[in-house]
């Protein structure tokens, strides 16, 4: 492996050693690869984890920018200016009435529902792959996506100057379409699931010579997510929370938080602590927690079907490392049904004001589930990890929610309509109580 470069040089710093991977231990330059040529394991970043320990201190990290980039150090990156679009620092809420809700006394939303610049966690992600594609001399950039990354990848694409191709399935929330056309890309909408427009997405890297932020990029792209770690770190006053529960779509997210908890402790950044991690899928396409269910090594594909469509992946990439973390951690991996995702979304908005995407609703159902299982300790201090936006997946909630009272601009047409709005909410009381 390339000795690490850890010295100012024309502008670049760095603390990454090279890409090494995750099977066999195989070393690789810090190149657009993805994939290990001896045994075709994933590859990951690799640091000096010394050289961190020396130059990085909780000072440092607070004199630096509010956004994910304080936390360059630990990020997979050369130059002193990478695109900063203001992403990360999102807020992470006391959830006080959720808490009384479920029971629960120390309950946090990490709450990425407001990331900028797209309303989701993928910001994140796409700043850091962006930054290094940029360097490695992309001038078109892609991605393959459920929604959210096609919206981040389109967005700081534009802000960046870089031209931008993404592929999603053709069967997309219209908030995400919309939300992607809005910035100027090319939109190839694949008539597939996601897991089809993936495979294509390989081919295509394959003979375009883009740079694909979730195939050849990925290894670079996946550490964004690490700074959901770090940041709940930060703002718990440099404390470990003692669990999370977080959402599972291709495994990555829920395996990059534990590196970064790792990564501080192993720095001196924090205590170390056990954090125990609990994954959240949809019924209609929960291969990781159906696995995790029969106490399987292996994660077995599935077709998906199901309205959480930012977390539809049948084929997780880290499904695999996922059960891992939860298992060595103490936590759970649980899945719930479309209706209650719904209701997960509804009970958010309703405590806490936060409105939330179906993978949120999947989220806070899963919560529910586990304390009513029993598997979380009214006593911990838990943290929640709501990843997208609720204007994003509208669609989901229509027909479960109240309509609005239409009047005329009369006093008493209000007085009625108001009367008639008391009448039906003592009514809902009187059927919840039976």
């Not at 640091?47 to 304080?70: F, K």
């Not at 390989?202 to 792209?221: H, K």
């Not at 909630?397 to 006093?411: D, S």
């Given at each position: 492996?390339?000795?690490?470069?850890?010295t100012?040089n024309?502008?670049k710093?760095?603390?990454v050693?090279?890409l090494?991977c995750?099977?066999?231990?195989?070393?690789?330059?810090?190149?657009?690869i993805?994939?290990c040529?001896f045994?075709?394991?994933?590859?990951?970043?690799?640091?000096?984890?010394?050289?961190?320990?020396?130059?990085?201190t909780?000072?440092?990290?607070?004199a630096?920018?509010?956004?994910i980039?304080?936390?360059?150090?630990?990020?997979?990156?050369?130059?002193?200016?990478?695109?900063?679009?203001?992403?990360?620092?999102?807020?992470?809420?006391?959830?006080?009435?959720?808490?009384?809700?479920?029971g629960?006394?120390?309950?946090?939303i990490?709450?990425?529902?407001?990331?900028?610049p797209?309303?989701?966690?993928?910001?994140?992600?796409?700043?850091v792959a962006?930054t290094?594609?940029?360097?490695?001399?992309?001038?078109t950039v892609?991605?393959?996506?459920?929604?959210n990354?096609a919206?981040?990848t389109?967005?700081?694409?534009?802000?960046a100057?870089?031209?931008?191709?993404v592929?999603?399935?053709?069967d997309?929330?219209?908030?995400?379409?919309?939300?992607?056309?809005?910035?100027?890309?090319t939109?190839?909408?694949v008539?597939g699931?996601?897991d089809q427009?993936?495979r294509?997405?390989?081919e295509?890297?394959?003979t375009?010579?883009w740079?694909?932020?979730n195939?050849?990029?990925?290894?670079?792209?996946?550490?964004?997510?690490k700074?959901?770690?770090?940041?709940?770190?930060?703002?718990?006053g440099?404390?470990?929370p003692d669990h999370i529960?977080?959402?599972?779509?291709?495994?990555?997210?829920?395996t990059?938080?534990?590196?970064?908890?790792q990564?501080f402790?192993?720095?001196?950044?924090?205590?170390d602590?056990?954090?125990r991690?609990?994954?959240a899928?949809?019924?209609?396409?929960?291969?990781?927690?159906?696995?995790?269910?029969?106490?399987?090594d292996?994660?077995?594909p599935?077709?998906?079907?199901?309205i959480?469509?930012?977390?539809?992946?049948?084929?997780?990439?880290?499904?695999?490392?996922?059960?891992?973390?939860a298992?060595?951690?103490?936590?759970?991996?649980?899945?719930?049904?479309?209706?209650e995702?719904v209701?997960?979304?509804?009970?958010l908005?309703?405590?806490?004001?936060?409105?939330?995407?179906t993978?949120?609703?999947?989220?806070?159902?899963?919560?529910?589930?586990?304390?009513e299982?029993?598997k979380?300790?009214?006593?911990?201090?838990?943290?929640?990890?709501?990843?997208?936006?609720?204007l994003?997946?509208?669609e989901?909630?229509?027909?479960?929610?109240?309509?609005?009272?239409?009047?005329e601009?009369?006093?008493?047409?209000?007085e009625?309509?108001?009367?008639?709005s008391?009448?039906?909410e003592?009514?809902?009381?009187?059927?919840?109580?039976?």
């Amino acid at each position: 492996m390339t000795q690490a470069i850890t010295t100012q040089n024309q502008g670049k710093t760095t603390h990454v050693k090279g890409l090494q991977c995750k099977e066999c231990g195989a070393e690789y330059e810090a190149k657009a690869i993805h994939v290990c040529e001896f045994c075709f394991g994933p590859l990951e970043v690799a640091y000096d984890y010394d050289a961190l320990r020396r130059s990085v201190t909780r000072e440092s990290i607070q004199a630096g920018p509010l956004s994910i980039w304080r936390y360059r150090a630990f990020l997979p990156v050369e130059t002193e200016n990478p695109i900063d679009v203001g992403t990360g620092m999102t807020p992470l809420v006391r959830a006080n009435r959720l808490a009384r809700r479920l029971g629960l006394k120390k309950l946090y939303i990490k709450n990425d529902a407001v990331n900028m610049p797209t309303l989701s966690f993928k910001d994140r992600v796409v700043s850091v792959a962006l930054t290094r594609a940029r360097e490695l001399g992309f001038t078109t950039v892609s991605c393959a996506s459920t929604g959210n990354l096609a919206n981040s990848t389109a967005a700081i694409a534009a802000h960046a100057g870089l031209d931008c191709c993404v592929f999603i399935p053709a069967d997309l929330e219209a908030g995400k379409v919309l939300g992607t056309l809005i910035y100027g890309p090319t939109v190839m909408a694949v008539q597939g699931n996601y897991d089809q427009v993936n495979r294509l997405c390989c081919e295509v890297a394959n003979t375009q010579g883009w740079g694909f932020v979730n195939i050849n990029l990925r290894p670079y792209y996946s550490e964004g997510s690490k700074t959901l770690g770090y940041e709940v770190a930060e703002q718990l006053g440099w404390e470990l929370p003692d669990h999370i529960v977080a959402p599972l779509a291709s495994g990555s997210l829920f395996t990059k938080i534990y590196k970064g908890f790792q990564e501080f402790i192993n720095v001196g950044l924090v205590a170390d602590k056990s954090v125990r991690f609990s994954g959240a899928q949809a019924d209609g396409c929960s291969p990781i927690a159906q696995a995790f269910r029969e106490n399987r090594d292996f994660v077995q594909p599935v077709k998906p079907s199901t309205i959480a469509k930012s977390i539809a992946i049948g084929n997780p990439a880290d499904g695999i490392y996922a059960l891992e973390v939860a298992r060595k951690t103490g936590g759970n991996i649980e899945s719930v049904n479309d209706a209650e995702i719904v209701e997960g979304m509804k009970l958010l908005a309703e405590t806490e004001g936060i409105f939330t995407e179906t993978a949120g609703g999947t989220t806070i159902a899963v919560l529910k589930k586990l304390v009513e299982a029993g598997k979380i300790d009214p006593e911990e201090t838990t943290v929640v990890y709501i990843t997208g936006n609720g204007l994003k997946t509208q669609e989901a909630v229509q027909g479960y929610i109240g309509e609005p009272l239409t009047i005329e601009p009369k006093l008493d047409s209000f007085e009625r309509a108001l009367e008639r709005s008391r009448t039906l909410e003592r009514l809902d009381w009187q059927q919840v109580l039976v």
